[in-house]
Each structure stands twice: as structure tokens, then as C-alpha cells.
């Protein structure tokens, strides 16, 4: 009987960020959008890019945040008016946002799992190896071929994005040089990247990488995160600046907003 009120728990925080990715109350900022016919996931994928105010048309250039659940109907105007914000009040510097709309979140942004409940929260899942290379092989270079931009590059999500994002993190972490992951489902595959987290470590480049955590209330998320937290302590790998965001009074629907702020002011002033 727990271990069905557990996986009941673990699937409705899948559903109710999936739900929560779709609705939005935000305006929608002035952007550009193009498509990506990818031979990695097979499909046209749909790319929003934000750019500060002050810098549209320059140019001069600027890093870029890669964002997941980056669709107008999903995280990307709310994270695009924060940043303004953040910028006019020269609390960041100035970052060109590019956001990923989804098609089948729960495929890309997960990796392989040997557990038989993890594969039942969609008829696909487990190719985020795929999902990365397209990142990796055909959405960077788009942009960098398009966009005036300099070498230093970011990635922001949350959930099953947070999963990918720590994925990513351990596994190419040479891809990005700052990395935000909100409420991460490391729970994914009875918590492997938790159990093999010693492993990756010692693989990370001599170059400085900067990664930013956090969990909120919900405590299938949130014991996987402390496990991660200790053993990274314990670590301690030297070129890496790292910092963990416990937030008990935030729902697993309100943690992004509710640090997304706190979280780029720490990662992107580095």
C-alpha cells in the first residue's frame, strides 16, 4: 500500500507541473520564434528567443539561457519579464533567452530507467540523450549562427527539466557553464544519478562550472536533493561553485516563481 501512495505521489507532481507548464497569466513578450526540423528527436521543435530591450537590434554579444518548457504557454514569458526586470535594475547582466516549446516532454527529458512505474507516465519516455544532441548539435549552433552571442551559455528548468538539467550537468558538462535546476525529479530510476553522482564527478572539465538546486516542500523531490547536496559536499569538486535552495513553505507548482529571481541573481552575476 506505500509503495502505491508513493508512486501516486510521484506521478501526480509529474502531471501537476505538466499542467502547471501550460497556464500562464503573463503577458507575452516581445520575441522572435522559429522552427528546428531535428534528425535527433525527429521532429520540427519550436524555438521562442527573447532579447533585452536595450539590445534588440545590437550587435554586441550577449551568453545565452537556454530555457526548458520554453513555449509562450508555458515558462517562457514569466522567466523573460523577470530577467528584464533584473537587467534594468542591473541585478544581472544582460542574457538573450531562448525557450524550447515542448511536444513530449516526458520522452525528452528523461533518461533510461530500468523502473516499470517511471515508464508508465507516458507511452515514451527515456531519450534525453537524443533530446541533448539536438540541443548539443542543432539548436546551439542556430542560434550562435543567428544571434550575435559570447561564449557563456546557461540552462534553466524545473522537474522532470530539473532532472534533465542535472543529467546534463553530470553527464556533458561541458555543454553549458551555469546551470538551474528547480525541484528536480532525481527520484527518476530509483535515484541513479544520486547513486552515481562519485562517478561523474571526477569526469567534470577543469573549467569553472556554476550549479544552483533547489527543493520545496515536496518530499519525494526534496530527500533525493538532500542525498545529492551531501554527497556533492563530500565531493567537493574544485572547480565547481555550487549551491543548494531548500524552500519549505514552496509547493512543487510554486518554487520556479518564487526563486527564479534568487536564482539568477546568484548563477548569472558569477
Known sequence: ???????????SVCISREVNAHIT????????NFTISSSYVGEER???VWTPEAYIGSATPLPVLYMLDGGIQE????????MQELITAHKIPPFRLVGIENTQRRRDLTGPTTVANDKRIAPVVGESAK??????????????????TSPKRGIIGESLAGLFITETFLMQ?????YYIAFDPSIWWNKQQLVKELPKY????PNTKKLFWLAASSEITIEKPVRKFSKKLKELNPKDL???VVYAPKESHATIFKALKGEALIWTLNK
Request: glycine fraction near 0%; charge should be negative; avoid cysteine.
Open 46 to 48: 519550436m524555438i521562442n
Open 1 to 11: 500500500m506505500k509503495l502505491v501512495y508513493y508512486m501516486f505521489i510521484l506521478l
Open 173 to 177: 558538462p561541458e555543454l553549458f557553464d
Open 201 to 204: 564527478i571526477t569526469r567534470l
Open 25 to 32: 497569466q503573463d503577458s507575452i513578450p516581445l520575441h522572435e
Open 75 to 82: 515558462d517562457f514569458p514569466h522567466l523573460a519579464k523577470t
Open 131 to 148: 533530446f541533448r544532441n539536438f540541443i548539443k548539435e542543432e539548436l546551439i549552433p542556430t542560434i550562435e549562427k543567428n544571434y550575435p
Open 241 to 243: 561553485q555550487w549551491k
